[in-house]
Structure formats: structure tokens, C-alpha cells
């Protein structure tokens, strides 16, 4: 008896149709519209640091608000402060290697920003230092929720970043040279 071939095509040759058809676009690099350098965690990594780096500008700005109202205070601001710098240049887009950043920012991360800039510092030198110390707490807890979406090496950072903040709020609420 000569074969005949089937009147319709089995469920195993449309499966095997249709996984090759996937397999022949995943080999095609089939892009969706988007460019082929347009990696969405580049941008994602790119869009974190530039929100990282202006909170941390911020940051910068409430340290030398507080230092310049209470120029008492200024000697003992200025390793913290520059910690702060160090963070900031650390964070930047192109510290990673990454294009340095646009003209106009592409948006944050949704985390709350230490402070908006301008903020009056509290005239008394411990209530000064207190609202500094809730703006760098503010800031470590932001970067420790961010770390949940953050790729890899910038996770470090991030996590690295927000200890030194929180190291940062211990200096400006003890007393510098009492025991524990």
C-alpha cells in the first residue's frame, strides 16, 4: 500500500513548526522596533546613577548650607562632606564607563531625595546637625530600597554607599569625644 499523506498536519509537525520558527527568530535577533544598542539595563543603570548622583548633589549642597550657617561646624563637616564628593563622583555615569549623562536628566528611581535644596538649616548647631543626619538617613534608606532593582557592580556601590551614610548619621549624632 503507497503512503499517503496526511489531510491535515499533526499536532507534533505544528509543534515542531512552531518551535522552530522561535528558534529561527531568537538566532535572527529579532529586535521589536528597538535598536540593537538600546539594552534596557544600560538605560536602567544609566537612569539610577544619574538619580544617585543628584541626591547625593543635594546632599552635598545641605553640607555646605550647614557649614556655611555654622562655621563652627565646618571642620567637623569636611571628612563627611568629602565623602559625600567621593560618592557623587563614584556614582557618576561615566565613573562605570557608561556615556556621560544628557543635558536633561532622564528621571529617578522613585526614591525620596534627602532634601529639597534650599531647605533652611535649623539655627542651633545639634538641631543643624540633626536635620543633617535625617537627610543622610533619608538617603542610605533610598539607596537600600534601590539596591532591589540595581544591577550588580552598581548594587555594591549603592550598598556601599548607604552604610557610609548611615556611618555618617552615628558621626553627626554623637558627641565628638565622649565615651561610650
Same mark, same amino acid.
Given at each position: 500500500?503507497?503512503?499517503?499523506?496526511?489531510?491535515?498536519?499533526?499536532?507534533?509537525?505544528?509543534?515542531?513548526?512552531?518551535?522552530?520558527?522561535? &528558534?529561527?527568530?531568537?538566532?535572527? &535577533?529579532?529586535?521589536?522596533?528597538?535598536?540593537?544598542?538600546? @539594552?534596557? /539595563?544600560?538605560?536602567?543603570?544609566?537612569?539610577?546613577?544619574?538619580?544617585?548622583?543628584?541626591?547625593?548633589?543635594?546632599?552635598?549642597?545641605?553640607?555646605?548650607?550647614? /557649614?556655611? %550657617?555654622?562655621? @563652627?561646624? %565646618? %571642620?567637623?563637616?569636611?571628612?563627611?562632606?568629602?565623602?559625600? %564628593?567621593?560618592?557623587?563622583?563614584?556614582?557618576?555615569?561615566?565613573?562605570?564607563?557608561?556615556?556621560?549623562?544628557?543635558?536633561?536628566?532622564? &528621571?529617578?528611581?522613585?526614591? /525620596?531625595?534627602?532634601?529639597?535644596?534650599?531647605?533652611?538649616?535649623?539655627?542651633?548647631?545639634?538641631? /543643624?546637625?540633626?536635620?543633617?543626619?535625617?537627610?543622610?538617613?533619608?538617603?542610605?534608606?533610598?539607596?537600600?530600597?534601590?539596591?532591589?532593582?540595581?544591577?550588580?557592580?552598581?548594587?555594591?556601590?549603592?550598598?556601599?554607599?548607604?552604610?557610609?551614610?548611615?556611618?555618617?548619621?552615628?558621626?553627626?549624632?554623637?558627641?565628638?569625644?565622649?565615651?561610650?
Amino acid at each position: 500500500m503507497p503512503w499517503t499523506p496526511p489531510s491535515r498536519p499533526s499536532r507534533r509537525s505544528l509543534l515542531a513548526g512552531a518551535a522552530g520558527a522561535a &528558534g529561527a527568530a531568537l538566532l535572527t &535577533g529579532c529586535t521589536d522596533g528597538r535598536s540593537a544598542d538600546a @539594552d534596557p /539595563a544600560i538605560s536602567l543603570e544609566r537612569r539610577m546613577r544619574e538619580a544617585a548622583v543628584r541626591d547625593s548633589a543635594r546632599l552635598l549642597e545641605r553640607y555646605d548650607a550647614t /557649614a556655611a %550657617a555654622h562655621p @563652627d561646624l %565646618a %571642620a567637623r563637616l569636611a571628612p563627611l562632606r568629602a565623602a559625600v %564628593a567621593a560618592h557623587t563622583a563614584a556614582l557618576s555615569p561615566t565613573a562605570s564607563g557608561s556615556p556621560s549623562p544628557a543635558a536633561s536628566p532622564s &528621571g529617578g528611581t522613585g526614591a /525620596a531625595a534627602p532634601a529639597a535644596s534650599g531647605e533652611p538649616v535649623p539655627a542651633k548647631p545639634a538641631e /543643624a546637625l540633626t536635620a543633617l543626619a535625617d537627610a543622610e538617613r533619608s538617603l542610605s534608606e533610598a539607596r537600600t530600597i534601590d539596591l532591589a532593582g540595581a544591577p550588580g557592580e552598581l548594587a555594591r556601590m549603592l550598598a556601599s554607599v548607604a552604610a557610609c551614610g548611615a556611618v555618617h548619621v552615628h558621626l553627626l549624632t554623637s558627641t565628638p569625644g565622649a565615651k561610650p
